[in-house]
T-cell receptor, first 112, second 108 residues
Framework: NAGVTQTPKFQVLKTGQSMTLQCAQDMNHEYMSWYRQDPGMGLRLIHYSVGAGITDQGEVPNGYNVSRSTTEDFPLRLLSAAPSQTSVYFC???????????FGSGTRLTVV | GIQVEQSPPDLILQEGANSTLRCNFSDSVNNLQWFHQNPWGQLINLFYIPSGTKQNGRLSATTVATERYSLLYISSSQTTDSGVYFCAVSNSGYALNFGKGTSLLVTP
């Protein structure tokens, strides 16, 4: 039981490049979400999914795409990286809306 | 969205001291969680507590939903308690709004 696994742990991109941040969970959790954490701003919700095939936007969705083709995986795609997307990205999952979240260890992304 | 305010923003304690962290929120919620982010950046869920009181070892939490606040108590603090404590809430059950956190430093 690995919990929530995020890859990669670190990434440097050039402006305009695209990439996918991977998130996988092995706990059969229905709910998954992506947050970004910036200094002094706490965590802000990017996108979330309440089950396979269902996604919705959070507070800061611009510049990011998601899909949920399986219960286990919830990748986050950066379409054209910008320096403003430099941040630490966290993936989280929960069994239901009445249970606590489990977070992955994060991906530190730098866009130059 | 729901506004979440945490206080104090920073706290320094000596080992063995007790502390109370507060979380105020602007609307009714059906999901409230407390998290600890350790100095290595890992986020650990401490409590799922939309109402009532829970205890886990030296930590306990109380949420008074009707008055829109929650408290996290840390007793007999240890250096390993250092880090940032976040309160997060939702009224949909799913999309959590996070406060800006309380940064705690426990000194030997």
């Amino acid at each position: 039981n690995a919990g929530v696994t995020q890859t990669p742990k670190f990434q440097v991109l050039k402006t305009g490049q695209s990439m996918t941040l991977q998130c996988a969970q092995d706990m059969n959790h229905e709910y998954m979400s992506w947050y970004r954490q910036d200094p002094g701003m706490g965590l802000r919700l990017i996108h979330y999914s309440v089950g396979a095939g269902i996604t919705d936007q959070g507070e800061v969705p611009n510049g990011y795409n998601v899909s949920r083709s399986t219960t286990e995986d919830f990748p986050l795609r950066l379409l054209s990286a910008a320096p403003s997307q430099t941040s630490v990205y966290f993936c989280a999952s929960s069994y239901s809306k009445s249970t606590g979240y489990t977070f992955g260890s994060g991906t530190r992304l730098t866009v130059v | 969205g729901i506004q979440v305010e945490q206080s104090p923003p920073d706290l320094i304690l000596q080992e063995g001291a007790n502390s109370t962290l507060r979380c105020n929120f602007s609307d009714s919620v059906n999901n409230l969680q407390w998290f600890h982010q350790n100095p290595w950046g890992q986020l650990i869920n401490l409590f799922y507590i939309p109402s009532g009181t829970k205890q886990n070892g030296r930590l306990s939490a109380t949420t008074v939903a009707t008055e829109r606040y929650s408290l996290l108590y840390i007793s007999s603090s240890q250096t390993t308690d250092s880090g940032v404590y976040f309160c997060a809430v939702s009224n949909s059950g799913y999309a959590l709004n996070f406060g800006k956190g309380t940064s705690l430093l426990v000194t030997p």
